[in-house]
């Protein structure tokens, strides 16, 4: 009687793919953030003098 040994492998198209869409949301998130970053401190406070304060907004 003879066993045939088969390894269950994953397909090389597979981990690309996940790696492509992880690495792609991952620097979507990164853009969203940063933008989101960039407006805050574009915004002008209303009182100037709470923007001197030590520990800040």
Do not use: H
Request: aromatic letters at 8%.
């Amino acid at each position: 009687m003879t066993v045939i040994e088969r390894k269950a492998r994953t397909a090389n198209w597979k981990i690309c793919l996940f790696l492509g869409i992880f690495i792609s949301s991952a620097a979507w998130g990164g853009c969203a953030l940063a933008e989101q970053a960039g407006k805050k401190g574009a915004m002008k406070s209303k009182d100037p003098i709470e923007d001197r304060s030590l520990f800040g907004r």
